[in-house]
């Protein structure tokens, strides 16, 4: 069993209920091909560093799940053909982090 890490950007056109339903969309799948999300950070909407499909802002999602590698095979495959996702990336890491990322501490702390 593998440790993933894997970001994606949504499309800032997506109300709260598509975000909601792709974000469940992208769990379901990891689950279905047996794996298991240990962690999940969303960072929200947040400024691209340069304009990506014409969209200058994106939703950023960060998730940590355990799993073998076709469930990234799947994952990417899902997201390469989905409108909605802007840019993703899985990379394996050696274990889960504890604490949550600065990102996510930084919004806390305010």
Do not use: C
Not at 54 to 65: A, D, I, R, V
Request: net charge positive; aromatic share 10%; glycine share 4%.
């Amino acid at each position: 069993m593998n440790y993933y890490e894997h970001t994606y950007i949504a499309s800032q056109s997506l109300n709260n209920k598509d975000l909601s339903d792709l974000h469940q969309k992208i769990e379901d799948l990891i689950k279905k091909n047996k794996g298991k999300i240990e962690k999940k950070e969303n960072w929200g909407l947040r400024q691209l560093a340069y304009p990506i499909k014409n969209f200058k802002k994106g939703y950023y999602t960060n998730l940590y799940f355990s799993g073998e590698p076709v469930v990234i095979q799947e994952l990417e495959k899902i997201e390469r053909i989905d409108s909605n996702i802007l840019r993703f990336m899985t990379i394996r890491i050696k274990n889960i982090p504890e604490e949550n990322s600065e990102l996510v501490q930084k919004e806390e702390g305010k």
